[in-house]
């Protein structure tokens, strides 16, 4: 996986419940406000252009992260932004220790916010195209659609938004800008688990993600196989495949959730519901009439790949290139002698430069594939040939 993390926080989470079927044609008026998004190349998350005092820059619209704007520190100069010591947010949260803010005019597809308080912190380096991530609580007056399919996102306005016949309406919780819904997780073992999850944007990879707290409580770990994820982030959780997770009427089989070892941010519930799932729909959100709908895409079903090499990659700090993030004990690339710090040159014979990031994980996924990698260590070059096989059933 390329990262499970965004800025000061872990990115991953979840959605469910009930269903009613709506009967009318989507409405696209002069009014909504439409986005040309794109999929970030390292995390596979989805971007938006967001100005920011006139500048524009590519955010992470994350249904996870609240009614927060925060943007890369090294940009402030060329928003025009004064920084200034971090207050409390403006839900109430205190400052993050090391963050400072900024007051400036934001625009979102043509909706313009004055006097936005912006949160200046330093980005981790895995996901360089992510300049700021920006909360859906941000826009939580229109009901915020995300097209997975076209690489786009919709602002309506709450009454012109009209949902297509194929989709689903859900209830959600919502509480101080984070949405909630409760899905139900099916095991091998033919034991199912409801949990409470946030609906996350921002959670890249992972279907769902669980606390601590709750795998302990449910035992999934005992009563599933799992497999050690490489990452390059700073969690390394345990991944399974889930027989199935079902919310409202959708059931989606052969997703991955991650399990994690150690304590996240409080106040998640059981976890999230990351953009594995949410992925395999457009997906609308209504914060003020606290409503989830979902329109099945020609994602939807298909499972989800997992790593086969065991070899976590990312861009060394500062510097050009890929190097070698993590090594999972007992795999393809730890009795290959990959090490951490190794610098990888080409993959079958091409340059890694000519790969992205998530093309490089979705080959290094390929059970049965045989790949050529060259890299270098300590000045010398060398070889490994490497054949992926599955490390998760």
Not at 29 to 41: C, E, P, R, V
Not at 108 to 129: H, K, N, T, Y
Not at 283 to 306: C, E, M, S, W
Not at 318 to 337: K, L, Q
Request: neutral net charge.
């Amino acid at each position: 996986m390329a990262t499970i993390q965004r800025p000061t926080k872990v990115t991953v989470l979840v959605i469910a419940l009930l269903a009613s079927q709506l009967t009318s044609q989507p409405c696209y008026g002069q009014s909504i406000h439409a986005l040309d998004a794109k999929f970030d190349t390292s995390t596979g998350l989805i971007l938006v252009p967001v100005g920011i005092n006139g500048s524009t820059f590519w955010c992470n619209l994350d249904s996870g992260f609240s009614a927060l704007l925060t943007l890369n520190e090294r940009l402030a100069e060329r928003a025009a932004l004064m920084p200034a010591p971090a207050r409390s947010t403006p839900d109430g949260r205190p400052a993050t220790p090391g963050d400072h803010e900024a007051i400036a005019t934001v625009d979102v597809g043509g909706v313009v916010l004055r006097d936005r308080q912006v949160i200046l912190r330093a980005f981790p380096s895995e996901a360089p195209e992510m300049q700021c991530v920006m909360g859906v609580g941000v826009v939580r007056d229109f009901i915020v659609e995300f097209d997975y399919d076209a690489a786009r996102v919709r602002l309506y306005p709450r009454e012109q938004f009209v949902a297509t016949p194929q989709a689903r309406v859900l209830p959600l919780d919502v509480r101080r800008n984070t949405a909630f819904v409760t899905v139900e997780l099916q095991l091998e073992d033919g034991s199912r688990h409801p949990a409470s999850v946030v609906v996350d944007t921002g959670a890249s990879y992972f279907s769902v993600v669980l606390v601590k707290a709750f795998v302990e409580r449910t035992k999934i770990a005992s009563a599933t196989h799992t497999a050690r994820q490489p990452s390059a982030g700073v969690l390394k959780p345990l991944s399974a495949r889930l027989s199935g997770i079902s919310l409202g009427p959708f059931t989606v089989h052969g997703q991955i959730t991650a399990l994690l070892e150690q304590d996240i941010s409080p106040g998640l519930d059981d976890g999230l519901l990351g953009s594995g799932f949410l992925q395999q729909f457009t997906v609308a959100i209504d914060y003020v009439g606290a409503r989830l709908f979902l329109t099945p895409n020609k994602r939807f079903g298909v499972p989800q790949p997992f790593d086969a090499g065991g070899v976590a990659f990312r861009p060394p700090d500062g510097r050009a290139g890929v190097e070698v993030a993590f090594v999972v004990s007992d795999t393809v690339a730890a009795r290959a002698d990959l090490r951490p710090g190794d610098r990888l040159l080409r993959v079958n014979g091409s340059a890694v430069e000519t790969m992205t990031p998530i093309e490089l994980r979705e080959m290094m996924s390929r059970p049965g594939l045989t790949v050529r990698l060259d890299l270098s260590r300590a000045g010398q070059v060398f070889t490994r040939i490497l054949t992926l096989e599955d490390r998760l059933r």
